[in-house]
């Protein structure tokens, strides 16, 4: 089976955005026009930039770094040990995913107390190591932060399930449902039937779990339904209460003062429902774990969250260091992303992800207009604000193996680092990526640990395939653990690809992106120059220039396609008037002697970056 189709059905179930998305950018004309309004919000830097507008932010899935203990499971003491290759490698901060204590359902998602540490992953004291370790480093700790849905085992829920009157009953979302024979109810809805107070009852209305079944779940003790958008082991919690927000701001309080440079918000969007619980709209079909297609119009994106979201900014900004909010924003379109930010007010999140650019490809093919078109709206409709680019992630196909052509994968995979490390964005990498690793998907459903693999096996394999062991060498366990069993297999080809091997070779992944992270911090203008993209109308070439208005400007080249293209790249209209080039970095040999911005011909997937002085 298409490795890829499993993401995509998943991604399009939990993010039916990503389908509108991809259509609305079909639809879209692509001549780039822009008000002199619009171009006039692009940003240069300046000295007193906060440290995250030109960060390269790298994800660590912490189950999968480095085995410290030889559990074969990673551990903080494992990223620990690691920084020195962090800060190598040039890395500003590390997001790690959730590793409060957790019951691992959802792996670390479904969180069971937020002010603590797992003991598979360590303790507070190796968190605190972990940060002051960091610190001298250079690379600051950023956790995640799970504030839609606790635990099912979390003393809250545990207490708001036993009774009604339970105080903590009214911190989570609660229905009676609606007897079993009400007009409109559907054969899916009677799947969920159970013995009310005062007879047969369904759930309220048709939303499901991203992850299958009803997004209802019934509790005996209080004979009433619970809402879940994600596993039914994930219960929502009910941020109309203001009490829970007190609860969530004091967690997010607790490890701030611990020193923590700020937070990835998870499922960000989804932390309020529609009141009135009308039924989601219906699209036709069923997804891979066997649910009618709904969309998300209740459930999703809310206009209550923004609310939320000012207060936690202004409780984050008390805090000393330019503390960052990242949220995980998967989003229609970047009108709604720009809300993300606070619009002109720019008073929300700092950095909610951009799933626009690096994900719509779970969609779309590699193709130049798309991204240019996704890069110049981000550059130009947020109101000046600072764009964060993403392609990989804990949740999805890696983008080397979404793009992958299966001949060229590794020019792709640094085609892809060239357009995260040389735009004016904020850079978030995927553990892994730096070395090209690939997605490692199950072959039998028994392998599976992913839950939403083992239930949706064929159609959905899970997760498991981005999130094998990072690949440290060529030896036992790839470097990861000295324990055989780990906890996904090491995929096989951590022989070749690995970190050791890749160090020693000038032309590795790994050394790619050293290269790029150390022009991007080394050079003005690729630091924080503004961006004009040049030859907008090429199809197959995307090309921009970088400039501060003095030092040399940096022009950056990649061909989209399989067969090798010649541009010329002029630059009048840029405000850049150098002319003599010279090659910074080049995904190919034949392109590191090139001297002129006429007649260059890039090889197939080729990436090319050049100083014009
Ligand atoms: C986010 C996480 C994903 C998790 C889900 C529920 O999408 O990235 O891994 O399963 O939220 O917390």
């Known amino acids: 089976m298409n490795p890829f189709s499993a993401t995509i059905s998943r991604a399009s179930h939990r993010f039916p955005f990503l389908a509108a998305a991809a259509l609305a950018l079909a639809c879209a004309t692509l001549p780039l026009q822009h008000s002199a309004a619009q171009l006039k919000e692009k940003s240069v830097s300046s000295s007193t930039d906060p440290w995250w507008k030109h960060a390269v932010v790298y994800e660590i899935y912490p189950r999968s770094y480095q085995d410290s203990t030889g559990d074969g499971i990673g551990d903080l003491n494992g990223i620990t040990s690691r920084l020195d290759y962090l800060q190598k490698l040039g890395v500003d901060a590390v997001w790690i995913a959730p590793m409060y204590p957790s019951p691992q359902v959802d792996f670390g998602y479904d969180i069971s107390n937020y002010e603590s540490v797992d003991p598979q992953y360590g303790t507070l004291a190796d968190m605190d190591r972990l940060i002051a370790e960091g610190q001298k480093h250079h690379v600051r700790v950023l956790l995640d932060m799970v504030l839609n849905h606790t635990s099912d085992k979390h003393q809250w829920f545990i207490e708001a399930s036993s009774s009604r009157t339970n105080p903590k009953h009214e911190w989570y979302v609660w229905n009676d449902g609606i007897p079993a024979d009400s007009p409109g109810v559907t054969p899916y809805q009677k799947r969920f039937e159970h013995d009310g107070p005062n007879g047969k009852v369904v759930p309220p209305n048709n939303w499901i779990s991203g992850f299958g079944g009803s997004a209802w779940e019934w509790v005996p003790a209080v004979r009433q339904f619970y809402y879940h958008e994600f596993y ?19 967690s997010m309080q607790f490890w701030l003062d611990r020193g923590i440079a700020g937070f990835r918000l998870d499922a960000i969007p989804s932390l309020f429902e529609d009141l009135q619980l009308r039924n989601n709209p219906e699209l036709g079909g069923i997804n891979a774990q066997g649910d009618p297609n709904v969309g998300n119009t209740y459930t999703d994106n809310l206009p209550e969250v923004h609310d939320v979201i000012r207060r936690m900014r202004a409780m984050i900004a008390k805090y000393p260091g330019d503390r960052v909010l990242i949220g995980e924003t998967y989003l229609p379109n970047t009108a709604e992303l720009d809300k993300w930010y606070g619009g002109t007010a720019h008073n929300e999140l700092q950095l909610p992800m951009d ?7 779970l969609h779309a093919k590699l193709s130049a207009a798309d991204f240019r ?12 604000a600072q764009p964060l680019i993403v392609f990989d992630n ?23 680092a060239t357009m995260l490390f040389t735009t004016r964005a904020t850079s978030l990498m995927y553990y892994g990526q730096e070395i090209g690793m690939r997605t490692t998907t199950p072959t039998q459903r028994d392998d599976v640990r992913d839950p939403i693999g083992i239930t949706g096996w064929p159609n959905e394999r899970g997760r498991d395939g981005e999130r094998t062991p990072m690949q440290w060498t060529p030896g036992p366990q790839a470097g990861f653990s000295t324990n055989p069993h780990t906890w996904l297999p090491i995929p096989p080809s951590y022989k070749t690809i690995n970190v050791a091997v890749e160090s020693k070779d000038p032309n590795s992944q790994l050394n790619w992106f050293k290269k790029l992270i150390a022009l991007r911090r080394d050079i003005p203008a690729l630091h924080g120059g503004t961006m004009t993209m040049l030859d907008t109308s090429n199809p197959d070439i995307l090309s921009y220039v970088r400039s501060t208005g003095s030092g040399p400007a940096v022009v950056i080249a990649m061909n989209f396609t399989a067969a090798p293209k010649t541009i010329t790249l002029n630059l009048a209209g840029s405000g850049v008037t150098g002319t003599t080039v010279k090659t910074f970095a080049a995904s190919d040999a034949t392109l590191t002697s090139i001297s002129t911005l006429n007649n260059i011909t890039l090889p197939p997937y080729a990436s090319w970056i050049a100083g014009v002085q």
Request: hydrophobic share 35%; aromatic share 6%.
């Open 394 to 416: 804990h949740d999805n196909v890696r983008a080397i193996d979404r793009y992958g052509d299966g001949i060229h994968d590794d020019q792709i995979n640094k085609l892809l």
């Open 355 to 361: 799933m626009l650019i690096g994900f719509h490809g």
């Open 373 to 384: 078109q996704r890069i110049e709206e981000v550059e130009t409709q947020i109101h000046g």
């Open 232 to 250: 039914k082991q994930q219960p929502d919690l009910n941020w109309r209460n203001p009490a829970v927000e007190k609860a969530m701001f004091g």
